[in-house]
């Protein structure tokens, strides 16, 4: 399998992203001439693009095994991506980048579509940037946003009611809490408290969520959806997705999965290795191989501001003798090009990477 450096630009103004140095840096894992849709794999919240427990590069190197290109990537202000030079938000940033980088793996690997893979925040970036480039034809969503239905929130309440080490939990947190305002003035003013998780995430209306998923799956978009522990306190089983967006009809286009047994990061290294299989599974149900994909795919077309991508040589990136062997050709698997540079990004992959460069160009 082979894998190459790649750097990119993207800017959300429409204008033309043709610059000396790109921004954006990312690796290409496959050769060219892939049938399926290349993968788009980036940063879960504020991890390098190598993904929590290395997953981005565990998940490149197995869909490169089932014929599927992919480029793993920082978005703007990430790992080794350089950030932003124009006003964008967030959002609007994220969901150029994630375009861009669909456009060099185009470059490279010869794709057309592509699925977009993402976790947390990535996940929420994943279907944004899917709402505004129809060549995304496919999105994984580990732990998207989360809505309760009356059902979740009862089982749930019972649940806890009858869970006994939770009780034994509640009450010993109780005592140490009220050894602790006796020993310490400031806890017993009340003045102070423990902060909020630094990154929540704020989950748009119901009805608004739904109304997008809705857009994606009538445009023929497959999704798969994937919860795990962390949202156990909104969802603890298929059917209360299903309940809580009852009034919409996503079709066999979506497939939604709950595992309690599986931590927010996939950290053990089981739980990886059912997140790998069940993706290259659900990658053969909608892309066969044999078939050439699915014949209702539909058909590339850019809502966003995507651009063609234009061959450049990098500058501050590469030393001149690499930019001078990618002038010539690619190195021969024997070239000794073919061995990591010490400043060269490794991307926790452990071997040298070969070195390219392209500059996207925004087009209307």
């Known amino acids: 399998m082979n894998e190459r450096i790649v750097y ?133 969503l580990l732990d998207p946003y989360a809505y309760a239905s009356p059902r979740a929130k009862l089982e749930r309440t019972i649940e806890k009611a009858a869970d006994i080490g939770r ?41 608004e969520f739904g109304a997008q998923l809705q857009a994606l799956t009538d445009r023929g978009v497959r999704i798969l959806i994937r919860y795990t522990n962390y949202v156990e306190e909104t969802l603890t089983d298929e059917r209360h997705f299903r309940e809580a967006f009852r009034d919409f009809d996503f079709g066999d286009r979506l497939v939604v999965e709950v595992d309690r047994t599986v931590d927010h990061t996939y950290a053990r290294q089981t739980a990886q290795t059912l997140l790998l299989a ?30 063609d991508g234009v061959a450049k040589a990098r500058r501050g990136r590469a030393p001149a003798s690499s930019r001078a062997a990618l002038a010539s050709g690619p190195p021969s698997p024997a070239s000794p090009t073919n061995s990591p540079s010490p400043a060269s990004p490794t991307d926790g992959t452990g071997g040298g990477l070969r070195r390219a460069r392209i500059a996207v160009r925004s087009r209307t």
């Not at 954006?24 to 060219?32: E, T, W, Y």
């Not at 788009?40 to 490149?60: D, E, M, S, T, Y």
Request: aromatic share 4%; net charge negative.
């Open 8 to 140: 990119f630009d993207a800017r959300s103004d429409g204008q033309a992203a043709e610059t000396a140095a790109g921004g954006l840096l990312g690796i290409v894992a496959g050769p060219n001439g892939f049938r399926r849709p290349g993968a788009l794999l980036f940063n879960a919240g504020i991890v390098h693009r190598i993904g929590p427990h290395r997953l981005n590069v565990k998940l490149a190197r197995r869909l490169a095994a089932k014929q599927c290109a992919s480029i793993r990537f920082d978005l703007s202000g990430l790992g080794d991506s350089l950030p932003a030079t124009g006003g964008a938000g967030h959002e609007a940033q994220a969901s150029a980048d994630i375009s861009a980088a669909a456009d060099a793996l185009a470059a490279h690997a010869g794709v057309e579509t592509f699925i977009a893979i993402g976790m947390c925040s990535g996940a929420d970036n994943a279907y944004r940037a899917a709402l505004a480039d129809e060549r995304i034809v496919g999105l994984v």
């Open 167 to 207: 009780w034994r939990r509640a009450i010993s947190r109780t005592l140490k809490g009220n050894a602790a305002r006796e020993a310490s003035p400031l806890a017993a003013s009340g003045d102070f408290e423990l902060p909020d998780e630094e990154n929540e995430r704020v989950a748009p209306p119901l009805e």
């Open 278 to 307: 069940r993706i290259g599974a659900w990658l053969d149900e909608g892309w066969p191989l044999e078939a050439g994909g699915p014949t209702d795919a539909p058909a590339a077309k850019r809502t966003g501001t995507a651009g």
